[in-house]
């Protein structure tokens, strides 16, 4: 963060303290050396750029106008990163709200931006036409739990009209009496007839909706201190409202948890679609419905996985593809890596945004960046 930001940021917070709410325009984004993204390999005919530097960059959404929004959990920020000239890159990056509880999802129905807060979701009206004076927040619902282990959200809109916000488990691992966390939520936009649609999600930072399926995939995190390779982050599908997937019974597709798998068996419960690496943070996912990439890249799931921490040789930092075919997955490969060097990490990617022009958005809260990969067709990516 450059000294001109860490000043900005802190007036910013000073009149959030105050109740005053203020439009701030940050420096955008650019190449000007001041992220090593030379490290980051990618498959041939593909390349990668500075979109905008975002302090704290989390979850993104992008309007149909081409403006990003983007959240944050340290921060307490939300941003908006227009790019009026369509030239790749942002112009501005706006705080558009600021002195939010981990404002980390966003979302985007109808001109209103959706933010989700640990305990709460807000909504802001008419955003786009009021970057520069943004409108006070309406309260969605707080019929949220405030716990802050796990508490910060990924939101999105389905293709039923609802917004889907999960509930992380408020621990490593534990079954808390309280029926709404380990789940993903749904209501309508006007935050009524809130109700579980899947169970037994330890922390869900990323989903989508298959194309042409509609159906639910979402990335799911792994419990911690059961080794360096056990058990495997994982990638889930939720076609149908009532489903179960394991925690904290079962992790993976049949491994029992130590202390309370012995009260319900694996077979009981849908094992994921596809096991991830161990302990790679997996977040944000995306199906790629973009027209820029080869033909190949057309309904293939990306996912952003933020790093290791449990673990003693690092894994993750990186962004990974599962290929699917007949809706099942068939591989999990990395697309795009050097975030990670030796046993150091100079960025952390957290979510994956398909662009309006079909490049992919990634973001880092690392690095305080979101990135742009382009696909040139300078090579087949599989030839």
Not at 314 to 330: D, W
């Amino acid at each position: 963060m450059t000294r001109r930001t860490a000043i900005i940021l802190a007036a910013v917070a000073v009149l959030a303290l105050l109740g005053i709410a203020v439009a701030v325009v940050m420096p955008p984004g650019g190449t000007a050396g001041t992220l090593p993204i030379d490290t980051i390999t990618l498959p041939p005919g593909f390349e990668i750029d500075v979109y905008a530097n975002v302090t704290g960059a989390r979850s993104m959404t992008m309007s149909p106008n081409g403006t990003l929004f983007v959240g944050s959990r340290g921060p307490g920020n939300v941003y908006a990163i227009p790019d009026r000239d369509g030239d790749g890159r942002g112009d501005e990056v706006i705080v558009v709200a600021s002195g939010l509880n981990s404002p980390n999802g966003v979302a985007l129905r109808n001109g209103s931006l959706y933010v989700a807060e640990i305990g709460r979701v807000l909504r802001y009206d008419e955003i786009e036409a009021n970057l520069a004076d943004p409108p006070e927040a309406a309260v969605v619902s707080d019929a949220f739990p405030d716990d802050a282990s796990h508490g910060w959200k990924f939101i999105a809109f389905g293709p039923d009209g609802k917004l889907y916000v999960p509930v992380g488990a408020p621990c490593n691992v534990c079954d808390p009496e309280d029926e709404r966390f380990g789940t993903i939520l749904r209501m309508n936009p006007n935050g009524t007839d809130l109700e579980v649609y899947a169970r037994g999600i330890r922390n869900t930072v990323g989903f989508d909706w298959h194309p042409e399926t509609g159906e639910l995939w979402f990335t799911d995190n792994g419990r911690d201190w059961l080794g360096n390779d056990v058990p495997p982050d994982e990638l889930n599908r939720a076609p149908e409202v009532g489903m179960h997937f394991g925690f904290p019974y079962c992790h993976g597709r049949s491994i029992p948890d130590p202390e309370f798998g012995a009260e319900r068996s694996c077979s009981e419960f849908t094992p994921p679609e596809q096991e991830l690496g161990p302990h790679v943070a997996a977040l944000g996912m995306r199906f790629y419905d973009g027209e820029q990439f080869p033909e190949e890249y057309q309904n293939r799931i990306f996912i952003a996985e933020h790093g290791s921490w449990n673990r003693a040789e690092p894994i993750g930092y990186r962004v990974t593809m599962v290929e699917l075919e007949n809706g099942t997955p068939v591989s999990y490969e990395t697309f795009a890596e050097g975030w990670l060097q030796g046993r150091d990490a100079w960025g952390r990617p957290v979510d994956v945004e398909v662009a309006n022009d079909g490049s992919l958005l990634i973001s880092d809260d690392r690095a305080n960046a979101v990135y742009r990969i382009t696909y040139g067709g300078v090579t087949s990516p599989s030839g």
